[in-house]
C-alpha cells in the first residue's frame, strides 16, 4: 500500500517531540490554546456535584452500549435501512476507502467536499481518492487550513492549533489565487468561507463523520459550529457518513447527557452552533437535502479492544478532546509529534489497537501518569490503568503475552527481563539485599558516568559513601 | 461457497467477547433533579442565552409579528428575503412583508439554490420548538421547511412560539416522544455560525448564516 504524503512514522516520536520542546514559539502557542480550552470548560461546569452525576450516567450510558453493541448495531442498521440509509461495514481502512471509491464511480463522482471526520483522517481517505482522481476538500476551517499546508490535524477538536494568526495569514496568500495578505481573522474567516461556497455548490459528494448514531430512530447526531458540517450533509446529491462501530447508543433519550458532556468538556459550551440530526435522505416531497445517505462502519481494531474486558473502556471515548487538554505531555509536545490520527492521552490508549503495539508502544510510555486526563474525561475512562496494561503488555515475553493486543511483547528485552528479575530478587531475600548494598557502596567507583536515559537530563547516580541501615547505626 | 462479509466478521468478534448485559441508564431520573421553570421564567432564559451567543433577539406577539417582522427586513435593508412553503402559506404575513422586500418562494426542488447562494440576502423560517436551558431554537425540517433556508444566506431570521419553550432538550423529546419517529433532519440552532480555529479567535459568519435573528412571538 502506498504511503499518504504526509505520513509520519510513529518511530520518531522521541526525535519529533523534542523539536517541539524545544521551540519556544509553539510552546507559548501551546500553552495558550490548552489554557484557553481549559479555562473556558471550567467555566461550564460550576456545579462540581451536576458535573458528577452527569459523568456517571455519560458513563453508565456508554458502558451501556457497549455491552450490547452487537445487539445495538444491528437494530440500528435495520432502523437505517427501513429509513432509506445505505449501511456498509469495512473491518479495515482499505475496505471503508474501496466501499466508499465504489459510491463515488458509481455516480461518476469528481469533487468530494468534506464536513469533519476524524475516522476518515484514520482511513487517509483524501490519498485513497486522489489516487482515483477524485478532489476531496476538507470544508471545516481548521481542516481546510491543515489540507492547503499539506499536513494533518494536530488536534481532535480545533485541527490547526498549531498554527498562529500570521502563519494562516502567509498561507492564504501563499496558496489561494488572488488573496493578499491580511491577518484579519475576520477576513481569514470570510476568504475561506467563499472559496469554500463555491465548492459546496458543486460538490457531487458531502462527507461528515458521526457523533452519535440512535439505535431506536435510525438517527445520526452531528454537532459543529461551523455550519459546514450542514452544509456537506445537505447540498451534495449524495452524503457519505463515515464512523467507527461504537458510536451507537440505543436511544434518542441518551443523547442529551451526553451532548451536554461532549461539548462542554471540548469547547466549553452549553451546546454548539447547531445539532444536526438526520434520520433520512430527502424525502419525495421535500425541496432539498441529498438524495442518498450512506454510513460507512469502520472496525479498524476496535474488535481488538472489545474483546478484552479492560480495555473495551476505551471504546467508550465520545472523542471531546478534553483530556489532551489537560495533558501535560500533549501541552509540550503537540499533536504532531505522536505521529497518530489520534494524539494525547485518547490517541496513546486507542492507536495500538488501531495500528499495532509494535509501532505505537513508545507513546504509552510518554506519561507521567499524573492522572489529569481521566479527571476530566467526561465518560471516566480509566485512562492511566490502560497505559499501564499496554506498557505491561508491550514488554512482556512475547511468548507468554495474551493475545489481546497485537504487537504484544515488541518492546520485550531479554536482558533488560534478567536485570528485573534480579533486581525483584535483590529486594525480596534480606540477605543477597545487603550483600548488594555493601557491594554497591565499597565499589561505587565503578559506577558508570554515563546511565543510558537517567544521564540525558539528570547528574549520574552514585551509592553513598555509607549505607543508610549503616548510617542509621551510627545515630543509634 | 458461502463468504463471510465484513459486517458477519465484526458482528462475530463483539459476539465472541460475551459481554454481560447491563440495566439501562436511567436519563430520565437525572433530569427529574433539574430545575424546572415555569414558561415566563423559560422563555426569559432563552432570550438571555440567545443574546449570550450574539443572536439578534426580537420580542413581539402574534398580532405585530408581520410588522416587527417588516420593521426588522427593512432596518437591516434585506432586499431579498428566501421563503419556504410554511411561511408562504400564510398568505397576510407576505402580503405585509412583500411591501418591504422581494419573497423568493422556494418550492421546488433544487431549482433555487443557485439563486439561494448569490442573490438572497436573508432566509426567514419557522420553528418547531425552542429550548430554554441551551439558548436553542428547534428547525424541523420537512416538506414545509427547506434546509438550506436556515443555512446558506447571511442572515436567518426564524419565528418561535415562546408556548413552545421547553426546559431541555431531553424534555422536548420526551414530551413530544420523539422516539417515535422523526423526520427527515431537525437542526437545533444556538447561535449564528461560528469558529475559533484562527488562534482560538472567534469569528462570526464561518459558512451558515453571520447573523441570527431571533423573533419571540408571545401573546400574554
Redesign the interface.
Known amino acids: 500500500m502506498s504511503q499518504p504524503l504526509n505520513f509520519v512514522p510513529v518511530a520518531e516520536f522521541r526525535e519529533r517531540a523534542r523539536a517541539v520542546v524545544s521551540n519556544p514559539d509553539l510552546q507559548k502557542s501551546l500553552r495558550g490554546a490548552m489554557d484557553f480550552l481549559q479555562a473556558k470548560r471550567t467555566v461550564q461546569f460550576p456545579d462540581d456535584a451536576e458535573l458528577q452525576r452527569l459523568r456517571d450516567l455519560g458513563e453508565a450510558i456508554r458502558q451501556y452500549s457497549l455491552a450490547h453493541l452487537p445487539e445495538l448495531l444491528v437494530t440500528l442498521e435495520a432502523k437505517l435501512s427501513a429509513n432509506g440509509i445505505h449501511v456498509h461495514w469495512a473491518e479495515t481502512p482499505e475496505e471503508a476507502n474501496a466501499i466508499f471509491i465504489d459510491i463515488a464511480q458509481r455516480h461518476q463522482a469528481r469533487t468530494v467536499i468534506k464536513g469533519k471526520s476524524m475516522v476518515s483522517e484514520e482511513m487517509e481517505l483524501n490519498h485513497a481518492l486522489q489516487e482515483v482522481s477524485i478532489d476531496a476538500l476538507e470544508s471545516d476551517m481548521g481542516e481546510y487550513i491543515v489540507q492547503l499546508a499539506d499536513e494533518k490535524p494536530s488536534h481532535i477538536i480545533m485541527p490547526a492549533i498549531h498554527k498562529t494568526k500570521a502563519q494562516i495569514a502567509e498561507l492564504f496568500a501563499e496558496r489561494i489565487p488572488g488573496v493578499h495578505y491580511t491577518d484579519s481573522v475576520d477576513e481569514l474567516i470570510q476568504i475561506g468561507r467563499k472559496v469554500l461556497r463555491e465548492k459546496f455548490a458543486a460538490a457531487d459528494i458531502g462527507v461528515s463523520g458521526v457523533n452519535f448514531m440512535v439505535a431506536e430512530t435510525g438517527t445520526l447526531c452531528l454537532v459543529e459550529n461551523e455550519g459546514n458540517g450542514r452544509m456537506s450533509t445537505t447540498v451534495p446529491r449524495i452524503h457519505i457518513a463515515i464512523t467507527g462501530i461504537e458510536k451507537v447508543v440505543e436511544k434518542l433519550a441518551h443523547v442529551p447527557p451526553l451532548l451536554s458532556l461532549l461539548t462542554r468538556s471540548a469547547t466549553g459550551q452549553a451546546v454548539t452552533t447547531y445539532v444536526n440530526m438526520i434520520s433520512s435522505p430527502r424525502k419525495p416531497d421535500e425541496l432539498d437535502g441529498p438524495e442518498e445517505v450512506h454510513l460507512i462502519l469502520l472496525d479498524n481494531g476496535r474488535t481488538q479492544a472489545y474483546a478484552d474486558e479492560q480495555l473495551r473502556s476505551t471504546l467508550q471515548c465520545i472523542r471531546c478532546g478534553a483530556c489532551m487538554n489537560h495533558c501535560p505531555v500533549y501541552t509540550r509536545i503537540g499533536g504532531h509529534a505522536y505521529g497518530t490520527t489520534y494524539p494525547g492521552p485518547i490517541g496513546k490508549i486507542i492507536s495500538p489497537h488501531l495500528l499495532g503495539l509494535a509501532s505505537t508502544y513508545e507513546l504509552a510510555t510518554a506519561s507521567t501518569l499524573c492522572g489529569a486526563c481521566a479527571e476530566v474525561c467526561p465518560v471516566r475512562i480509566p485512562i492511566p490503568d490502560l497505559l499501564i496494561r499496554l506498557r505491561t503488555e508491550a514488554y512482556t515475553n512475547p511468548a507468554t503475552a495474551s493475545q489481546a493486543v497485537r504487537g504484544a511483547g515488541s518492546a520485550y528485552s531479554s536482558v533488560a527481563m534478567a536485570l528485573w528479575h534480579a533486581w525483584a530478587a535483590t529486594y525480596r531475600h534480606p540477605v543477597l539485599y545487603r550483600a548488594f548494598t555493601w557491594c554497591a557502596s565499597r565499589f561505587r567507583f565503578l559506577t558508570p558516568g554515563k546511565q543510558g536515559g537517567w544521564t540525558v537530563n539528570h547528574r549520574a547516580m552514585q551509592p553513598a559513601r555509607r549505607r543508610f541501615r549503616d548510617q542509621l547505626k551510627d545515630r543509634a | 461457497m458461502s463468504q463471510m ?3 458477519d ?3 462475530g ?5 460475551d ?10 431520573a ?2 427529574a ?1 433539574r430545575l424546572h421553570e415555569d414558561l415566563p421564567t423559560r422563555v426569559e432564559r432563552l432570550a438571555l ?1 440567545l443574546s449570550n451567543a450574539m443572536a439578534e433577539v426580537h420580542r413581539t406577539t402574534t398580532a405585530e409579528l408581520p410588522a416587527a417582522l417588516a420593521r426588522v427586513i427593512r432596518d437591516k435593508s434585506l432586499p431579498t428575503v428566501a421563503v ?2 410554511e411561511v408562504l402559506a400564510r398568505q397576510s404575513l407576505c402580503d405585509q412583508l412583500q411591501n418591504v422586500c422581494a419573497l423568493l418562494p ?5 431549482t433555487e ?2 439563486a439561494l ?1 448569490n442573490q438572497v440576502d436573508a432566509g426567514l423560517t419557522l420553528s418547531h420548538a425552542a429550548i430554554a ?4 431554537v428547534v428547525l424541523w ?3 414545509q421547511s ?3 433556508l436556515s ?2 444566506p447571511p442572515v436567518h431570521i426564524v419565528v418561535v412560539d415562546t408556548r413552545r419553550t421547553f426546559d ?3 424534555a422536548l ?2 414530551q413530544e416522544d ?2 417515535n ?21 472567534l ?1 462570526y ?5 453571520k447573523q441570527l435573528i431571533v423573533m419571540l412571538v408571545e401573546d400574554r
Open positions: 462479509t465484513a459486517r466478521k465484526i458482528l468478534r463483539l459476539r465472541a467477547a459481554c454481560k448485559p447491563l440495566p439501562m441508564p436511567d436519563a430520565a437525572f433530569y433533579q442565552n419556504g412553503p422556494v418550492t421546488t426542488a433544487h439554490t443557485p447562494f436551558e441551551t439558548g436553542t425540517c420537512d416538506a427547506p434546509r438550506l443555512l446558506v431541555t432538550l431531553f423529546m420526551h420523539w422516539c419517529g422523526l423526520p427527515t433532519n431537525v437542526v437545533l440552532v444556538s447561535s449564528p455560525s461560528k469558529t475559533a480555529d484562527i488562534q482560538q479567535t469569528a459568519g464561518a459558512h451558515g448564516p
